[in-house]
Each structure stands twice: as C-alpha cells, then as structure tokens.
C-alpha cells in the first residue's frame, strides 16, 4: 500500500474526507484503525456503503492495522488514506513502529477538558502531549479540515 494521507477526523467517513482528500488524492482505499469498529460489523457495513465507487474500506484494530502498515507500506497501490479518530491509535502507531510522513487533523470536536485550538479541533492536555511526542520526533502535524484550506502547524495552535 501507499499511504498519501495520515488523517485524524473523529468523524471519520465523511463528506469531507470523501469529497475533498480522496478525490484529489485519487485515493483507492481507506484503511481506519479503531479497535470498537473493528468488532462491529454493522459500522464497517455502513462506512463502506458511504465510500465512492471504487475505493474499498477496511477497519482494523489497531494490533492489525500495525501489523498491515508495517509489512504492506511499500508505496505500491493502493493508494491509501490512513484515517483515525483518536489521537492515540496515530500515537501507539508511531510507538509500534510506523513513521508517518505527516499528520493532517481534520476534526477532534469539544469534550471535557479540551481546549479549544482552532475551528473543529479542541486537545485535552493528554493529546497535546501525544502530538508534542510525534512533533519532538519529526513528524509534522497539521490542521487542515479540507484539501482547498491552507495547513496550520499545530505548534503554532498549542502555542497560542
């Protein structure tokens, strides 16, 4: 697989990840990794109903999605759109070993103690020591909600 995009949307399949990043990213698969989803099979029926002709939907749980990112990343098709909606599968992602290019966050919306960083993205103090951990290592982490909108650092949101 070939992962164009490592995106965390707790809203997950939606119409802007549809309609905006798998289309210009000419994306042919979405691969979620949520361990609840994993073992639900109505969600993943309907998460793949709402994909677009052509790109195929997989949820896996995180042990598994580790484990086919680690010996399937080798920039052959398909083309991928990496998709979580927790920070900490990105995280336990990167501490089992994956390297993200990058990190786009599109929505983490409002919840006890979570602060508010910018339009749709609100971190508990937990989430922005989870995204300082892959910022300190490297890995750029960005807000941009849609393909058409400029990319935010998020140092720069957590700074404010």
């Given at each position: 697989?070939?992962?164009?995009?490592?995106?965390?949307?707790?809203?997950?399949?939606?119409?802007?990840?549809?309609?905006?990043?798998?289309?210009?990213?000419?994306?042919?698969?979405?691969?979620?990794?949520?361990?609840?989803?994993?073992?639900?099979s109505f969600s993943q029926s309907v998460f793949a109903l709402a994909a677009p002709r052509?790109?195929?939907?997989?949820?896996?749980?995180?042990?598994?999605?580790?484990?086919?990112?680690?010996?399937?990343n080798d920039g052959t098709p398909p083309d991928t759109i990496l998709l979580c909606k927790?920070?900490?599968?990105?995280?336990?992602?990167?501490?089992?070993?994956?390297?993200?290019?990058?990190?786009?966050?599109?929505?983490?919306?409002?919840?006890?103690?979570?602060?508010?960083?910018?339009?749709?993205?609100?971190?508990?103090?937990?989430?922005?020591?989870?995204?300082?951990?892959?910022?300190d290592a490297g890995i750029p982490v960005f807000v941009q909600p849609v393909y058409a909108?400029?990319?935010?650092?998020?140092?720069?949101?957590?700074?404010?």
């Amino acid at each position: 697989m070939n992962i164009l995009l490592n995106r965390l949307d707790d809203r997950l399949i939606h119409g802007q990840v549809l309609v905006s990043w798998v289309k210009r990213l000419a994306a042919r698969r979405i691969l979620v990794i949520d361990d609840d989803l994993a073992r639900d099979s109505f969600s993943q029926s309907v998460f793949a109903l709402a994909a677009p002709r052509g790109v195929q939907v997989e949820i896996a749980g995180l042990s598994e999605g580790l484990r086919q990112i680690l010996e399937e990343n080798d920039g052959t098709p398909p083309d991928t759109i990496l998709l979580c909606k927790e920070p900490r599968y990105l995280l336990e992602l990167f501490r089992g070993g994956y390297r993200p290019a990058s990190v786009n966050i599109g929505c983490l919306a409002a919840g006890p103690s979570r602060k508010r960083l910018s339009k749709g993205v609100f971190l508990s103090e937990q989430e922005t020591e989870l995204f300082e951990e892959l910022i300190d290592a490297g890995i750029p982490v960005f807000v941009q909600p849609v393909y058409a909108e400029a990319k935010i650092d998020l140092r720069e949101l957590i700074r404010r």
